[in-house]
């Protein structure tokens, strides 16, 4: 069984750059959720993906977007990047199946460092 | 608003015996509960869930408690080992969040030989 692999795992941009974060999520998972988490701070939802379209969003703006493929991977992209969109990006996958809760299996993360 | 709340950013315990962390949550639509463990430098891993129907999971070493009247859960490590020393992170879902998880700031845990 493979596990939730991201790429890059380090990246860094300035001020108004774009840029795309990619997950792998793990095998037989159907969705996908990615999250920011600042330094000293928890994990920020930012948004959820099943069946290749958005589920649910956090209080992120519109240029926070993302995708989800049919394999199931997805991508996080950032548009007129800020120096406070600087963090720790974290993808989970996890399985929604008959409107049941299961847990969600993270990624290592990417570190993003705006300048 | 920080809706899960772990209010000890950081807790040392001698390796042996037990670590008690804490973790108070605000959103009664919450019913769905996780404890998660990161290292440095690595996401976090998923440690152990409890649902809302009920009040005690236990997985080994590692026990959940779960109080819904005082929203509050605590997560009990015994014996604690040097192996645990880590950040542990508090997190809630509901239905209606879109099982979204919630996190708390997270604890930092040092057991100490």
């Known amino acids: 069984e493979t596990g939730v692999t991201q790429s890059p795992t380090h990246l860094i941009k300035t001020r108004g750059q774009q840029v795309t974060l990619r997950c792998s999520s793990q095998s037989g998972h159907n969705t996908v959720s990615w999250y920011q988490q600042a330094l000293g701070q928890g994990p920020q939802f930012i948004f959820q993906y099943y069946r290749e379209e958005e589920n649910g969003r956090g209080n992120f703006p519109p240029r926070f977007s993302g995708l989800q493929f049919p394999n199931y991977s997805s991508e996080l992209n950032v548009n007129a990047l800020e120096l406070d969109d600087s963090a720790l990006y974290l993808c989970?996958?996890?399985?929604?199946?008959?409107?049941?809760?299961?847990?969600?299996?993270f990624g290592p993360g990417t570190r993003l460092t705006v300048l | 608003d920080q809706q899960v709340k772990q209010n000890s950013p950081s807790l040392s315990v001698q390796e042996g015996r037990i670590s008690i962390l804490n973790c108070d949550y605000t959103?009664?639509?919450?019913?769905?509960f996780l404890w998660y463990k990161k290292y440095p430098a690595e996401g976090p891993t998923f440690l152990i869930s409890i649902s809302s129907i009920k009040d005690k999971n236990e997985d080994g070493r590692f026990t959940v408690f779960l109080n819904k009247s005082a929203k509050h859960l605590s997560l009990h490590i015994v014996p604690s080992q040097p192996g645990d020393s880590a950040v542990y992170f508090c997190a809630a879902s509901g239905s209606n969040s879109g099982y979204a998880l919630n996190f708390g700031k997270g604890t930092s845990l040092l057991v100490t030989p």
């Open positions: 989970a996958s996890s399985l929604l199946a008959g409107g049941q809760v299961n847990e969600q299996f």
């Open positions: 959103n009664s639509m919450f019913d769905y």
